[in-house]
């Protein structure tokens, strides 16, 4: 199992920018998928970006695609989430998730840990 604990987010300007942070604890962290969803007040939560195992491959929800940035360094135990050009739509408190495979990365269900999730407020 996995433990998740994220961090960075706060208050930007519409604009903006802001990197999140998704540090792990537990074993065999390189094999886990990483996955970003958020949920805004009233929302579903949805999905944001994920990255598999290797780092190779990496998935967009079109609202963030260009400029949200997925990495992950498993060094570090550790998954990066750079959100650029932040517009208020964006607002949300956001999670990390893990799940071991690649599975359906961008589909809730498919995860097995959650983070506590972090808020991100975009004022306008």
């Known amino acids: 199992q996995v433990q998740l604990v994220e961090s960075g987010g706060g208050l930007v300007q519409a604009g903006g920018s802001l990197r999140l942070s998704c540090a792990a604890s537990?074993?065999?962290?390189?094999?886990?998928?990483i996955g970003w969803f958020r949920q805004a007040p009233g929302k579903e939560r949805e999905f944001v970006t994920a990255?598999?195992?290797?780092?190779?491959?990496?998935y967009y929800a079109v609202s963030v695609k260009g400029r949200f940035t997925i990495s992950r360094d498993n060094a570090k135990n550790t998954v990066y989430l750079q959100m650029n050009r932040l517009q208020p739509e964006d607002t949300a408190v956001y999670y990390c998730?893990?799940?071991?495979?690649?599975?359906?990365?961008?589909?809730?269900?498919?995860?097995?840990?959650w983070g506590q999730g972090t808020q991100v407020t975009v004022s306008s």
């Open positions: 998730a893990a799940v071991v495979g690649v599975g359906t990365l961008t589909r809730v269900d498919a995860y097995d840990y």
């Open positions: 537990g074993r065999t962290f390189s094999s886990y998928a």
């Open positions: 990255i598999t195992w290797s780092g190779d491959v990496t």
